[in-house]
């Protein structure tokens, strides 16, 4: 049984470079989800997919930040421009959209900008 | 949107006691989760419980959906059960409000 998965667990960049996350779900589940968490912090919900449509996205996700989900399956996560304030863990998590909706989350994306 | 608020914050045990953990949530929920966060920041599902009582070894869970809380019990703990626990909810069966945790110690 394959878990969702991250990648890369750990990014370090300088300011103002643009930096891109992937994350693959749990295989059979339509809905795909990330969220940001910042140091003594729960996770705060960034956007979510289910199939290739972005149904929901945060106020928290401003023009820097883009998500795709382009056949269904993998998902990036693209932040441009990158700022001090974008250094954070960064999750993703997968479930069903039927009734039974327990998500499932990666290892995580831990990013920091110099 | 929903708020979701875990109490207490911090919970110091000795090896071997019993706690609770609470979780209130402002509205009606379709989702309520509890996780373990371990020291490298992975989320580890603990109990899928929007309604009833859940047990698996020393751990359980209630939620009172009319009442809007849930609880979880950890029973005889141990060092390893040290971390932070969350909940977090949800009502539209998408996107998931977490509670700010409750970091627990547990010492030997």
């Known amino acids: 049984d394959t878990g969702v998965s991250q990648d890369p667990r750990h990014k370090i960049t300088k300011r103002g470079q643009n930096v891109t996350f992937r994350c693959d779900p749990i295989s059979e589940h339509n809905r795909l989800y990330w969220y940001r968490q910042t140091l003594g912090q729960g996770p705060e919900f960034l956007t979510y997919f289910q199939n290739e449509a972005q149904l929901e996205k945060s106020r928290l996700l401003s023009d820097r930040f883009s998500a795709e989900r382009p056949k269904g399956s993998f998902s990036t996560l693209e932040i441009q421009r990158t700022e001090q304030g974008d250094s954070a863990m960064y999750l993703c998590a997968s479930s069903f959209s039927g009734s039974y909706n327990e998500q499932f989350f990666g290892p995580g994306t831990r990013l920091t900008v110099l | 949107g929903i708020q979701v608020e875990q109490s207490p914050p911090d919970l110091i045990l000795q090896e071997g006691a019993n706690s609770t953990l609470r979780c209130n949530f402002s509205d009606s929920v379709n989702n309520l989760q509890w996780f373990h966060q371990n020291p490298w920041g992975q989320l580890i599902n603990l109990f899928y419980?929007?309604?009833g009582t859940k047990q698996n070894g020393r751990l359980s869970a209630t939620t009172v959906a009319t009442e809007r809380y849930s609880l979880l019990y950890i029973s005889s703990s141990q060092t390893t059960d040290s971390g932070v626990y969350f909940c977090?909810?949800?009502?539209?069966?998408?996107?998931?409000?977490f509670g700010q945790g409750t970091e627990l110690s547990v010492k030997p």
């Open positions: 977090a909810a949800t009502n539209q069966g998408g996107k998931l409000i």
């Open positions: 419980i929007p309604s």
